[in-house]
């Protein structure tokens, strides 16, 4: 079951969240014929995120109008496209196509997640457009067809769809329940470099995938709140690609170790990271001190 419910609509228009993500375990597996690497990863959706909203106007034209209110500081803020190239004008096109529509549209989008972080922005603002689109124009697409459309967009964009953790295989875009528990207080943390996802996958030499009991200890331990015991089960195998392309990152994981977390990896094709923390007063202090240390964006968030 996708989040098409979230889509609220108001005076205004539709609006909808677009929580960032954190990948727990990352695992690469060799290029495939069609380029990409397989991968397995547990993906956890986050309290902290983007909000889209989107108003229907008049017309069949399929004209797009994309504004961004940008809501990050400096450090960390680049220009987002506004043309085609966008992730949220592709789910919009992608959508239209399937249902064989070309409504117009304005869609604007509040910024709080950095790119280039390995945190899922882009692709869960594309994930957030077809869960609005699919709610507003009435296109009912099923949970499959919304997966199929999302996967045309990006690897990330079906797990996206869903509003709780998810195990995703394949290039990323299959997908299924994962039950991790809301609430875990985490810290992220975004050197002031971004990375390219193509290129950390490039450096990658794909290690021994983990097996599925590892990944079944690693959900257990997590429901049962033994953090510590979760944390050696952790790993992302874009972690070392990663160093090697961003001289910050290696500082800033080890400057998140002294925060005294329970654990702290890196997420996705980076270049944040992000730490367990013990409660949330940790993760507001820790995340304080960070920056005090000149680490580009810090929030202390948790699991949703
Ligand atoms: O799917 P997405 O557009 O997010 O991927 C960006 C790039 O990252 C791809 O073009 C590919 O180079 C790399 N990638 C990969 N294997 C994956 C996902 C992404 O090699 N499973």
């Known amino acids: 079951m996708t989040g098409t419910h ?5 005076l ?11 990948n727990v375990l990352l695992d690469v597996l060799p290029k495939r014929l069609d380029g990409y690497h397989g991968i397995r990863t547990l993906l956890c959706p986050m309290r902290i995120g983007d909000t889209l909203r ?9 004209r797009i109008r994309l504004r961004v209110v940008d809501r990050l500081p400096r450090a960390v803020s680049s220009p987002v ?11 919009l096109r992608a959508i239209f196509a399937r249902c064989n529509a070309q409504p117009n549209c304005e869609v604007t989008l509040t910024k709080r997640v950095p790119s280039q972080a390995g945190l899922g922005g882009g692709s ?3 994930a957030a457009a077809l869960l609005a689109a699919n ?8 949970t499959d067809q919304l997966i199929e459309t999302a ?25 299924s329940p994962a039950a991790v528990p809301a609430g875990i207080p985490v810290l992220i943390a975004k ?7 193509a290129d950390v996958f490039r450096d990658c030499v794909p290690a021994e995938p983990s097996d599925n009991g590892r990944l079944m200890s690693l959900l257990t331990l997590l429901r049962q709140g033994r953090l510590q015991q979760a944390s050696r089960l952790m790993t992302n195998q874009l972690q070392a690609p990663a160093e090697k392309l961003c001289g910050e990152l290696s500082r800033l994981l080890a400057l998140l170790r002294e925060c005294g977390a329970v654990a702290c990896q890196m997420t996705g094709s980076g270049s944040a990271c992000f730490a367990l923390c013990h409660n949330h007063t940790h993760a507001a202090r820790a995340a304080s001190w960070l920056k005090s240390r000149g680490v580009a964006w810090t929030v202390a968030t948790s699991t949703s």
Do not use: M, Y
Not at 135 to 142: D, I, M, N, Y
Not at 191 to 197: E, I, K, R
């Open 191 to 197: 050197p002031h470099q971004g990375l390219s996802t």
């Open 135 to 142: 709610r507003a124009w009435g296109f009912q697409l099923s």
């Open 124 to 126: 869960s603002d594309a």
């Open 6 to 10: 979230l889509a609220r609509e108001t």
């Open 54 to 62: 989107l108003k229907l106007l008049k017309g069949n034209e399929g």
């Open 81 to 91: 496209p506004l043309g085609e190239t966008n992730l949220v004008t592709r789910a």
């Open 151 to 175: 996967a045309q967009v990006g690897s990330d964009v079906p797990a996206l769809l869903f509003r709780r953790a998810t195990w995703c295989e394949g290039r990323g875009e299959v997908v």
């Open 12 to 22: 205004s228009g539709w609006v909808i969240q677009a929580p960032a993500k954190l």
